[in-house]
């Protein structure tokens, strides 16, 4: 199959993974859900860590290395605040 | 030599298993975050497939050096994390919209790299690399300095209102038409950087063009949407390397945004598609005035210490909270409200409108921050079963979700919008400052009905007030 066209077809079949798990997400929780998804596009990091430690040029590889500080940036700051507000989040401890 | 060749290879493959694993624990962990119980694992198990794909690159890749990329792993890691525990739970709109503005620029520099190393990964042909980095650098440009503005506008610091510039639209398509017409020279000659600068020229314009004519109203709407751009930004990273891995979660995240975006310009009655295509400004502001008319002579204000006496005599009691709960600070205070309520058995539930807050599910945040159990915050359809049934209402720092008008006024620019419906409770406390009238605009025919109550007052000193008169009844 043209490899393009492979590519398309995994875009299509996860968008639609995606729609049916996310719209069980309740609204309480949409705020954590937007941070973690925030941290997961940031997976981009993998092409920066690519782009930085293969670079051929001097210019290509400050743009890879700028890549990588802003994805870690996102990475490491979206699940760690997704996790302190999930943290938050407690049910009704009956105290007796 | 071959040997080499030969691990490169086994690497690669595995490499693709590896994203895939990703993957499949990206959408495990999502699985997970459907429920507050299993949430919190959720996203340790989210946190661990980006592990596993960060490792493999950095593992099996001909990576020449790794001075630069230890670094940027760890200056990146320190400010993250810092700020993660910085940060002020009101502030998490602004937070996200930087994000969203450093996942757009990721994005973008990605591309432009690729433009200039020119390594073509093999089975890509030529029209499909370039193709791809217009795309790229196009949406990430477009999601960073759309960011940026939502930011500015967000922190305050450009005006909240909307910018409204005379042909707008000719604008905008303008140098949409400029962005495709760049892209496409770019990809019939690679070597000409000018293409390339097009295209972030044109992009940097739009999202400005764009973001400018939002109002602050509106931006709940606006940090749903570049949620969707971040995902499609990372998609198209990985179209241009083929990337299964980037493909398949940018389309994730890219779904999400997209769930999000409908649900907020459902609860704020706006039109989805319109809102797609960038058509974000809202419609024309009422003309109706004569808030004196609807209000005049009919408006019963009191105090914390009578109302306290509607309270006593209730059994159910509904909370509604809107932003200017947090603006004031007043969580704390409402929560000890809750609490002493529920210790003469009175039923306290939160009823949470979709846009309360300045993003999807902000509320419900600021409300569990302060040890509110969140199953006591309930949803606008769960709200509207219950409201009925319950005795008092207490709005806080809400308008426009608690306007009748928008169930029957055909003229109101609020009509059709879904709101929380406490003007069928037995009766209604109102705190508010002053008459004035919410984004909308609209005046609120809820505060003249003879079930209803105001408190003019700040949140914060009213809900004190309210919580110290009922201890003292009570006593």
Same mark, same amino acid.
């Given at each position: 199959?043209?490899?393009?066209m492979?590519?398309?077809?995994?875009?299509?079949?996860?968008?639609? %993974?995606?729609?049916e !798990?996310i719209?069980?997400?309740?609204?309480?929780?949409?705020?954590?859900?937007?941070?973690a998804?925030?941290?997961?596009a940031? /997976?981009?990091?993998? =092409?920066?860590?690519e782009? @930085?430690?293969t670079?051929?040029?001097? $210019?290509?590889?400050?743009l890879?290395f700028?890549?990588?500080?802003?994805g870690?940036?996102?990475?490491v700051?979206?699940?760690? /605040?997704?996790?302190?507000?999930l943290?938050?989040?407690?049910?009704?401890?009956?105290k007796? | 030599?071959d040997?080499?060749n030969?691990?490169?290879n086994?690497?690669?493959?595995?490499?693709?298993?590896f994203?895939?694993?990703t993957?499949?624990?990206?959408?495990?962990?999502?699985?997970?975050?459907?429920?507050p119980?299993?949430?919190?694992?959720?996203?340790?198990?989210?946190?661990?497939?980006?592990?596993?794909? %960060?490792? %493999?690159?950095?593992?099996?890749?001909?990576?020449?050096t790794?001075?630069?990329i230890?670094?940027?792993?760890?200056?990146? $890691?320190? /400010?993250?994390?810092?700020?993660?525990?910085?940060?002020?739970?009101?502030? /998490?709109?602004?937070?996200?919209?930087?994000?969203n503005?450093?996942?757009? #620029?990721?994005s973008?520099?990605?591309?432009?790299?690729?433009?200039?190393?020119?390594?073509?990964p093999?089975?890509?042909?030529?029209l499909?690399f370039?193709?791809?980095? =217009?795309?790229?650098?196009f949406?990430?440009?477009?999601?960073?300095?759309?960011?940026?503005?939502?930011f500015?506008k967000?922190?305050? +610091?450009?005006t909240?209102?909307? *910018?409204?510039? $005379?042909?707008?639209?000719?604008?905008?398509?303008?140098?949409?038409?400029? $962005?495709?017409?760049?892209?496409?020279?770019?990809?019939?000659?690679?070597?000409n950087?000018?293409?390339?600068?097009?295209?972030? !020229?044109?992009?940097?314009?739009? #999202?400005?063009? +764009?973001t400018?004519a939002?109002?602050?109203?509106?931006?709940? *709407?606006?940090?749903?949407?570049?949620?969707?751009y971040a995902g499609l930004?990372?998609?198209?990273v990985?179209?241009?390397?083929?990337?299964?891995?980037?493909?398949? *979660?940018?389309?994730?995240?890219?779904?999400?945004?997209?769930?999000?975006?409908?649900?907020?310009?459902?609860?704020?009655?706006?039109?989805?598609?319109?809102?797609?295509?960038?058509?974000?400004?809202?419609?024309?502001?009422?003309?109706?005035?004569?808030?004196?008319d609807?209000?005049?002579?009919?408006i019963k204000?009191?105090?914390?210490?009578e109302?306290?006496?509607?309270l006593?005599? =209730?059994k159910?009691?509904?909370?509604?909270?809107?932003?200017?709960? #947090?603006? #004031?600070q007043?969580?704390?205070?409402v929560?000890?409200l809750m609490?002493?309520?529920?210790?003469?058995?009175?039923?306290v539930?939160?009823?949470?409108?979709?846009?309360?807050?300045?993003?999807?599910?902000h509320?419900s945040?600021?409300?569990?921050?302060?040890? *509110?159990?969140?199953?006591?915050?309930?949803?606008l359809?769960e709200?509207?079963?219950l409201l009925?049934?319950?005795?008092?209402?207490?709005?806080?720092? @809400?308008?426009?979700?608690?306007?009748?008008?928008?169930?029957?006024a055909?003229?109101?620019?609020?009509?059709?919008?879904?709101?929380?419906?406490?003007?069928?409770?037995?009766?209604?406390?109102?705190?508010k400052?002053?008459l004035?009238?919410?984004?909308?605009?609209?005046?609120?025919?809820?505060? @003249?009905?003879?079930?209803?109550?105001?408190?003019?007052?700040?949140?914060?000193?009213?809900l004190?007030?309210?919580?110290?008169?009922?201890?003292?009844?009570?006593?």
């Amino acid at each position: 199959m043209d490899p393009l066209m492979a590519a398309l077809i995994l875009f299509v079949l996860a968008l639609i %993974i995606g729609f049916e !798990v996310i719209t069980k997400v309740p609204p309480i929780l949409h705020t954590p859900l937007v941070v973690a998804s925030h941290a997961m596009a940031a /997976i981009m990091v993998v =092409s920066a860590i690519e782009a @930085a430690g293969t670079g051929n040029t001097l $210019s290509a590889r400050i743009l890879g290395f700028s890549a990588l500080l802003l994805g870690t940036v996102n990475v490491v700051g979206g699940y760690l /605040i997704a996790d302190r507000m999930l943290s938050m989040f407690k049910g009704n401890k009956r105290k007796k | 030599m071959d040997i080499v060749n030969i691990i490169r290879n086994v690497a690669n493959k595995y490499q693709a298993v590896f994203y895939l694993i990703t993957v499949l624990f990206f959408i495990f962990g999502l699985r997970l975050l459907t429920s507050p119980r299993t949430a919190r694992r959720g996203n340790v198990v989210s946190a661990v497939g980006m592990l596993i794909a %960060i490792t %493999i690159t950095l593992m099996y890749h001909g990576i020449l050096t790794y001075k630069l990329i230890i670094i940027g792993l760890a200056i990146g $890691s320190i /400010i993250g994390a810092i700020s993660a525990y910085a940060l002020d739970l009101r502030a /998490i709109p602004q937070y996200v919209a930087i994000l969203n503005g450093f996942g757009g #620029a990721v994005s973008a520099l990605v591309g432009v790299s690729a433009f200039i190393q020119k390594e073509l990964p093999k089975n890509v042909t030529s029209l499909h690399f370039y193709s791809a980095i =217009s795309v790229d650098t196009f949406i990430g440009t477009l999601t960073f300095w759309g960011s940026m503005m939502a930011f500015a506008k967000l922190q305050g +610091l450009i005006t909240e209102r909307p *910018v409204v510039i $005379s042909g707008k639209n000719i604008i905008n398509l303008l140098l949409l038409s400029i $962005s495709a017409v760049s892209g496409i020279l770019l990809v019939n000659d690679p070597y000409n950087i000018y293409y390339l600068i097009g295209i972030l !020229v044109s992009a940097s314009l739009l #999202a400005i063009s +764009l973001t400018i004519a939002v109002g602050g109203a509106d931006m709940p *709407v606006i940090i749903a949407l570049f949620i969707s751009y971040a995902g499609l930004s990372a998609s198209a990273v990985g179209f241009i390397y083929l990337t299964h891995g980037l493909i398949m *979660v940018g389309s994730l995240v890219g779904a999400s945004g997209l769930i999000l975006t409908r649900i907020m310009a459902k609860a704020m009655n706006r039109d989805f598609y319109g809102i797609l295509l960038g058509n974000i400004t809202p419609p024309e502001m009422s003309k109706l005035q004569g808030g004196e008319d609807i209000y005049a002579g009919r408006i019963k204000s009191t105090t914390p210490e009578e109302a306290v006496m509607i309270l006593e005599a =209730s059994k159910k009691v509904a909370i509604v909270p809107g932003y200017g709960l #947090a603006v #004031a600070q007043a969580q704390g205070p409402v929560r000890d409200l809750m609490a002493e309520l529920e210790k003469d058995g009175i039923e306290v539930y939160f009823a949470i409108h979709p846009v309360a807050g300045r993003m999807p599910g902000h509320m419900s945040v600021l409300l569990a921050e302060v040890d *509110v159990p969140y199953d006591k915050l309930k949803t606008l359809e769960e709200s509207n079963e219950l409201l009925p049934d319950t005795d008092v209402a207490i709005v806080v720092g @809400a308008n426009d979700v608690v306007n009748p008008t928008a169930r029957y006024a055909k003229d109101s620019p609020l009509y059709g919008m879904p709101i929380l419906d406490v003007d069928k409770c037995r009766s209604v406390i109102v705190i508010k400052r002053s008459l004035s009238p919410g984004f909308s605009g609209v005046p609120n025919p809820l505060f @003249a009905n003879d079930n209803t109550v105001m408190i003019f007052s700040d949140a914060k000193p009213a809900l004190t007030e309210l919580v110290k008169e009922y201890r003292e009844l009570r006593r």
